[in-house]
């Protein structure tokens, strides 16, 4: 699945307004419910299940990027978001940094090689040289979201 | 070795893994169909999207390179302590 199919124009927060993890994670989720409405998806239950996500390890891997992820249940497939934060978000990343970048993943729990697949994708688009450094830099959501599709060209099918 | 938890090398299990390769001087590589990835790093082992099943190969070189295999295989065996 294409990074521009999990994260569409309408989940990506160019300006994530809150300074704290749980209130950035809630815009982030809430953004998937306003833009795909996905059957049976509840905003708290989806950040509730984020937080217990987080609470077993961050999931700030450094570099100012997190990708925070959870398995809900009945969910009709996997859906992203992606968010921004200038001053940063502390994350408890595991370099001590804060996180700039947050690459939001929610999927059913049966989808593990799909959620595999997905991570494969984000993983690969970050590494790409100077990837960070231009998604923090884009003006608007529009700039990001065509980052977005460089990295699906540039990792392939 | 062979990834045996049911979820495969997602991020907690490659978050662990880093964390341990990490820890030894040796510099520690994972090898999946002819791609080699840094253990030491979270995103490049992601970039394996090693699902249940799938074989890996360890490579270490280093001064305590026979210890950073038996503990990350040992840390692989154990299904990462997840399940």
């Given at each position: 699945?294409?990074l521009?199919?999990?994260?569409?124009?309408?989940?990506?927060?160019?300006?994530?307004?809150?300074?704290d993890?749980?209130?950035?994670?809630?815009?982030?989720?809430?953004?998937?419910?306003?833009?795909?409405?996905?059957?049976?998806?509840?905003?708290?239950?989806?950040?509730?299940?984020?937080?217990k996500?987080?609470?077993?390890?961050t999931?700030?891997?450094?570099?100012?990027?997190?990708?925070?992820?959870?398995?809900?249940?009945?969910?009709?497939?996997?859906?992203?978001?992606?968010?921004?934060s200038k001053?940063?978000?502390?994350?408890?990343?595991?370099?001590?940094?804060?996180?700039?970048?947050?690459?939001?993943?929610?999927s059913?729990?049966a989808?593990?090689?799909?959620?595999?697949?997905?991570?494969?994708r984000?993983?690969?688009?970050?590494?790409i040289?100077?990837?960070?450094?231009?998604?923090?830099a884009?003006?608007n959501?529009?700039?990001?979201w065509?980052?977005?599709?460089?990295?699906?060209?540039?990792?392939?099918? | 070795?062979?990834?045996?938890?049911?979820?495969?090398?997602?991020?907690?299990?490659?978050t662990?893994?880093?964390?341990?390769a990490?820890?030894f001087?040796?510099?520690v590589?994972?090898?999946?169909?002819?791609?080699?990835?840094?253990?030491?790093s979270?995103?490049?082992?992601?970039?394996?999207?090693?699902?249940?099943?799938?074989?890996?190969?360890?490579?270490?070189?280093?001064?305590d390179?026979?210890?950073a295999?038996?503990?990350?295989?040992?840390?692989v065996?154990?299904r990462?302590g997840?399940e």
């Amino acid at each position: 699945m294409k990074l521009t199919e999990l994260v569409i124009r309408e989940t990506i927060i160019e300006d994530i307004q809150s300074p704290d993890k749980k209130g950035a994670l809630r815009e982030l989720a809430e953004a998937i419910r306003a833009a795909r409405k996905p059957a049976g998806y509840k905003t708290p239950d989806v950040l509730e299940a984020l937080l217990k996500r987080e609470k077993m390890g961050t999931t700030g891997m450094g570099g100012g990027v997190a990708l925070p992820h959870a398995k809900v249940e009945g969910l009709p497939g996997l859906f992203g978001a992606f968010g921004r934060s200038k001053p940063g978000v502390d994350f408890g990343a595991v370099d001590g940094e804060k996180v700039h970048l947050m690459f939001m993943l929610v999927s059913p729990p049966a989808e593990a090689n799909a959620h595999l697949a997905a991570l494969k994708r984000l993983s690969a688009g970050i590494r790409i040289p100077n990837m960070t450094k231009f998604l923090k830099a884009a003006k608007n959501a529009r700039e990001i979201w065509d980052l977005l599709r460089e990295m699906d060209e540039s990792v392939g099918a | 070795m062979t990834i045996q938890n049911a979820h495969g090398l997602h991020v907690r299990p490659a978050t662990k893994l880093a964390d341990l390769a990490g820890k030894f001087k040796s510099n520690v590589t994972i090898h999946k169909d002819g791609q080699d990835v840094s253990a030491r790093s979270i995103i490049e082992l992601l970039t394996l999207a090693a699902a249940h099943g799938t074989e890996l190969r360890i490579r270490a070189e280093g001064p305590d390179a026979t210890e950073a295999v038996d503990a990350i295989a040992k840390l692989v065996n154990s299904r990462f302590g997840l399940e």
